[in-house]
């Protein structure tokens, strides 16, 4: 894994996770060379003070790392890492679940990945309780009902606007192909990736500009080629939308080394207030660290 030039910044990173822990291990996955031990050397390699491990639950996802492993985990590791939980909202006991996970520490609700839409009924009931506990929501969002798992929305994300326009006081934090492709506006079907350059800025644009409580999540392979496809208009969208994006990987330097995130952001130059907004502030200000 590369190592990376320390930064005079402090870095958060917003999207992580255990692939690897007691009784787990996928001999078939490559999240399975991801331990707990192996996560924390990734930090120390990338100069990362703290980062948000995310728990993977839901019917449709087939390696899951429990809500309650991930608790453990974090514990060892408390001034490095930060939990949040993840349910399945089609279970009858959700909502108890999450309330039980918050009162055991985890800071929000993430990676969330059940397969439907994002305004249906359960959903809207997670976003309520999200609201209620005062803690943010990591979505992940699909580009079509076809795909192994991920929330799902319209190809306009008009179900996610309604949804983020009614839930004012629940910060969202969007991640996934399904949300990243739409920083154009011409948004090619069934696509998850699209190529070149960013004519006109899309919906994913206009809803971080109009709704103060939905932030970007740039990790992957969406949100690194939402900025690295057009590198004029990526670093004219995160000048201008530095206060609504989070510094994130999900580990993506394991899989595909050659896009390490934290190079491809400091190739752009920004300004030093914007890459303390991407790095950590605005993280720590979601889940009040």
């Given at each position: 894994m590369p190592k990376v030039v320390a930064l005079p910044f402090r870095l958060f990173d917003c999207h992580t996770h255990i692939g690897c822990y007691r009784d787990i291990a996928n001999r078939s996955s490559m999240w399975n060379k991801v331990s707990l031990e192996t996560l924390i050397s990734y930090l120390d390699g990338l100069n990362v003070a703290k980062a948000i491990v995310l728990p993977t639950y839901s019917w449709n996802v087939t390696l899951t790392m429990p809500t309650e492993y991930v608790l453990e985990a974090c514990g060892k590791y408390p001034d490095r890492l930060m939990p949040f939980c993840a349910v399945e909202v089609r279970e009858q006991i959700f909502e108890e679940r999450v309330v039980r996970y918050v009162d055991m520490g985890c800071r929000g609700l993430g990676e969330h990945t059940?397969?439907?839409?994002?305004?249906?009924?359960?959903?809207?009931?997670?976003?309520?309780?999200?609201?209620?506990?005062?803690?943010?929501?990591?979505?992940?969002?699909?580009?079509?009902?076809?795909?192994?798992?991920?929330?799902?929305?319209?190809?306009?994300?008009?179900?996610?606007?309604?949804?983020v326009k009614e839930y004012s006081n629940v910060d969202f934090i969007m991640h996934g192909p399904g949300w990243w492709r739409h920083i154009s506006a011409h948004v090619p079907p069934?696509?998850?990736?699209?190529?070149?350059?960013?004519?006109?800025?899309?919906?994913?644009?206009?809803?971080?500009?109009?709704?103060?409580?939905?932030?970007?999540?740039?990790?992957?392979?969406?949100?690194?080629?939402?900025?690295?496809?057009?590198?004029?208009?990526?670093?004219?969208?995160?000048?201008?939308?530095?206060?609504?994006?989070?510094?994130?990987?999900?580990?993506?330097?394991?899989?595909?080394?050659?896009?390490?995130?934290?190079?491809?952001?400091?190739?752009?130059?920004?300004?030093?207030?914007?890459?303390?907004?991407?790095?950590?502030?605005?993280?720590?200000?979601?889940?009040?660290?």
């Open positions: 059940s397969k439907i839409s994002v305004d249906h009924e359960l959903n809207l009931k997670l976003y309520r309780l999200c609201g209620k506990l005062e803690i943010p929501i990591l979505m992940h969002l699909a580009i079509t009902n076809s795909e192994a798992y991920g929330v799902t929305d319209l190809p306009d994300l008009k179900g996610l606007e309604n949804v069934n696509v998850g990736y699209p190529e070149g350059p960013v004519e006109e800025p899309g919906r994913a644009v206009y809803l971080l500009e109009n709704y103060p409580n939905i932030y970007g999540d740039l990790s992957a392979g969406s949100g690194y080629n939402a900025i690295a496809r057009d590198l004029a208009f990526g670093k004219k969208f995160l000048e201008r939308l530095n206060g609504k994006t989070l510094y994130g990987t999900d580990l993506e330097v394991f899989f595909t080394p050659e896009h390490p995130h934290i190079k491809l952001l400091e190739n752009l130059n920004l300004a030093a207030e914007a890459y303390e907004n991407i790095y950590h502030k605005n993280l720590e200000r979601l889940v009040k660290a």
